[in-house]
């Protein structure tokens, strides 16, 4: 029975997603259809273009055409798999964010585990210390965490341990006379992953380490942990056994329902790093005006944003089969 509700679930899930992600590939396309600012005087510049060029070059990218069959046509695009063809680099946008998504997700996904990871130590930390020297240091970090802007931290990041103490680089993902297999390549690839995941990353440590005490700090006042303690449990069996798996599910779901924005934030990590990845991509089209790679990006994330919700709801049923689905 519990099987065919989740089942029952995972169909209707799907079938809302299609309908929602038509409605964002129109959301999209009309919301940077009627952005200020026009793609053919910025792939002009400042040259002197008689008006028949000028023309000729709008009618090449079917700007000259009414909205509205410009919108029926690039949904008629998106359904067959192409997001249309890049004003600037001149090459399919579909091309374009695969060759840049490989380095965009080894950061997003090192920052997401880095995140998680220290993020639950030290919300698990901070609620075992509850009310002591400890648990308001790691407050302390959360307030940080919340107030810092990341491309703020991001350039002070570079400041110190880039230019100050040359620890790290500054910009870029590798160096072209750097190993890139075995032992060495990886570590070389962790040198330039280091700063920018970090930076990436900070946010969301606070974020999930504030989530986690919270729910074990909760979670240990339960009657059912009182009694694991009366029965002479350990301490720290009762916290990271019986308190942290019963706390499991709202972090899941901030992790989870956190990670387009990782993915959206990247985008100012990867300018201020140089990093190679879209989000440096869709900074540069946003300057150049450059309107399909802009609406490709940006329904890749939503995309991201929907997958990893669904994910999100799944791992949650995993983590308590208590949870019902309607």
């Known amino acids: ?35 200020p600012g026009d793609p053919i005087n910025v792939l002009i510049g400042d040259y002197p273009a008689p008006p028949e060029y000028i023309e000729e070059i709008r009618r090449e990218f079917g700007l000259d055409r ?29 091309d374009l964010v695969l060759d840049r998504l490989g380095a965009t997700l080894k950061l997003t996904l090192t920052a997401l585990v880095l995140a998680s990871v220290v993020g639950v130590v030290l ?24 107030s810092i802007p990341e491309f703020w931290l991001g350039q002070f ?35 330039y992953l280091t700063l920018p995941a970090f ?26 942990i009182l009694a694991a303690r009366a029965r002479g449990a350990r301490e720290r069996t009762v916290l990271y056994v019986h308190a942290l798996r019963n706390a499991a599910a709202p972090v899941v779901t901030v992790i989870g329902y956190n990670l387009g924005f990782v993915l959206a934030g990247a985008a100012l ?3 201020v790093f140089g990093w190679p990845g879209i989000g440096r991509l869709l900074y540069t089209s946003i300057a150049a005006r450059d309107y399909p ?6 329904l890749l994330i939503s995309c991201t944003v929907i997958v990893a919700n669904f994910v999100t709801d799944i791992v949650y049923r995993l983590i308590d089969p208590r949870i019902q689905y309607r």
């Open 123 to 146: 919300g698990a930390i901070a609620a075992r210390n509850h009310g002591n020297r400890t648990d308001g240091a790691i407050q302390g970090f959360v307030v940080a965490g919340d």
């Open 66 to 94: 009414p909205f509205l069959e410009r919108l029926v046509i690039y949904v008629g695009q998106v359904l067959q798999g192409n997001l249309g063809f890049s004003f600037t680099n001149r090459q399919p946008v579909l």
């Open 157 to 191: 990041l570079i400041l110190v341990f880039a230019v100050g103490l040359g620890w790290f680089p500054s910009q870029g993902a590798g160096s072209l006379r750097a190993p890139t297999e075995g032992l060495a390549g990886l570590l070389s690839q962790a040198h």
């Open 199 to 224: 930076a990436l990353s900070f946010r969301y440590i606070a974020l999930i380490s504030r989530m986690t005490r919270t729910s074990l700090i909760e979670v240990i006042s339960s009657d059912y």
């Open 293 to 298: 790679v802009m609406i490709g990006i940006l």
């Open 1 to 35: 029975m519990k099987s065919a509700s989740f089942a029952a679930f995972t169909i209707r899930r799907v079938f809302l997603a299609i309908p929602l992600l038509l409605l964002v590939v129109v959301f999209n396309f009309t919301l940077i259809q009627f952005a």
């Open 269 to 271: 990590i990867e300018t």
